[in-house]
Nanobody, 127 residues
Framework: QVQLDESGGGLAQAGGSLRLSCAAS????????MGWFRQAPGKEREFVAV????????IYADSVKGRFTISRDVNKNTVSLQMNSLKPEDTAVYYC????????????????????WGQGTQVTVSS
């Protein structure tokens, strides 16, 4: 079983940057794709980014391409989301999520493809 714990959320100005971190534990983490989702009040949880367990493949939502970067350090059991050029529309609770093991290039993008979720961390971007 995988346990996930996000940190790094907070308040930023438009155009600023934040870095989110997710500490993971559990025997399935080393071969599990890791993703980031976000949910704003009154909206559905949406996909942000995913990285394969091998770290070679990444996918980003169109809304964050060129601004966000996902990375992982398997040795340290962490996955991060570097968020640059923040916009007020990025305001949401951000969740770290883990999928079940797959191929080294597996990069799921649907909520139903993830089995493990962190508690979420609030990101607020002011204009």
């Amino acid at each position: 079983q995988v346990q996930l714990d996000e940190s790094g959320g907070g308040l930023a100005q438009a155009g600023g940057s934040l870095r989110l971190s997710c500490a993971a534990s559990g025997r399935t983490f080393e071969t599990s794709p890791m993703g980031w989702f976000r949910q704003a009040p009154g909206k559905e949880r949406e996909f942000v980014a995913v990285i394969s367990w091998g770290g070679r493949s990444t996918i980003y939502a169109d809304s964050v391409k060129g601004r966000f970067t996902i990375s992982r350090d398997v040795n340290k059991n962490t996955v991060s989301l570097q968020m640059n050029s923040l916009k007020p529309e990025d305001t949401a609770v951000y969740y770290c999520a883990g999928s079940l093991p797959g191929s080294s290039n597996y990069v799921p993008r649907l909520k139903g493809q993830y089995a493990f979720w962190g508690q979420g961390t609030q990101v607020t971007v002011s204009s």
